[in-house]
């Protein structure tokens, strides 16, 4: 089966600008997770869907980030504006029922904020 | 509120050696941990995961420990090999339904 996409890959912006990041995650998995993982640290959650339904997004930054998932299929993930500290990589999780509640990872997306 | 801790934070051994990875966590009413491995600039690859009823599973060179009551985890890797370097990731799922990664711990092996 397909893994978990995510797009971009890399992404370089300034301070200020605002960016989006995408998430494909695998066919019938109905929970969504995305994470953020700044350098030397494990990936810290940010929110968290089943199907198009937050279940949880307290550790979000809700001032300027900004998570949908419409249809409970694909998600996106917006941050506006952006900081410095901003700068990490934003990974996409999903899990199925029935896979022993594994969590299958995308390869993530690099952001720089300068 | 549930903490997960690695040690150690990054590891050498020469190529060949068993070595032992930890992970600890502070409040035993997990649901289950999982354990990844993380290459640079990559996302997270899946190793092994136990259930709380579960004291161990195994994979290959790859063997995970579970003691819930002292609140810890470890990785065996069996004769290691300079492909098995990364940055190696425990994390507990809780059972709110949260999943909480420790900072992970660095491997080298060295040929």
């Known amino acids: 089966e397909a893994g978990v996409a995510q797009s971009p890959r890399y992404k370089i912006i300034e301070k200020r600008q605002s960016v989006a990041f995408w998430c494909n995650p695998i066919?019938?998995?109905?929970?969504l997770y995305w994470y953020q993982q700044i350098l030397g640290q494990g990936p810290k959650l940010l929110i968290q869907?089943?199907?198009?339904?937050?279940?949880?997004d307290s550790q979000l930054p809700k001032d300027r980030f900004s998570a949908e998932r419409l249809k409970g299929v694909d998600s996106t993930l917006k941050i506006q504006p952006a900081k410095l500290e901003d700068s990490a990589v934003y990974l996409c999780?999903?899990?199925?029922?029935?896979?022993?509640?594994?969590?299958?990872f995308g390869p993530g997306t690099r952001l720089t904020v300068l | 509120k549930q903490e997960v801790t690695q040690i150690p934070a990054a590891l050498s051994v020469p190529e060949g050696e068993n070595l032992v990875l930890n992970c600890s966590f502070t409040?035993?009413?997990?649901?289950?941990l999982q354990w990844f491995r993380q290459d640079p600039g990559k996302g997270l690859t899946s190793l092994l995961l136990?259930?709380?009823?579960?004291r161990e599973q195994t994979s290959g060179r790859l063997n995970a420990s579970l003691d819930k009551s002292s609140g810890r985890s470890t990785l065996y890797i069996a004769a290691s090999q300079p492909g098995d370097s990364a940055t190696y990731l425990c994390?507990?799922?809780?059972?709110?339904?949260?999943?909480?990664f420790g900072p992970g711990t660095s491997l080298s092996v060295i040929p």
């Open positions: 999780a999903s899990r199925g029922q029935g896979t022993g509640n594994e969590q299958f």
């Open positions: 066919s019938g998995h109905a929970t």
């Open positions: 869907f089943q199907n198009n339904g937050v279940v949880d």
């Open positions: 409040d035993s009413a997990i649901y289950n």
């Open positions: 136990i259930q709380s009823s579960q």
């Open positions: 994390a507990v799922k809780t059972s709110y339904d949260k999943v909480i």
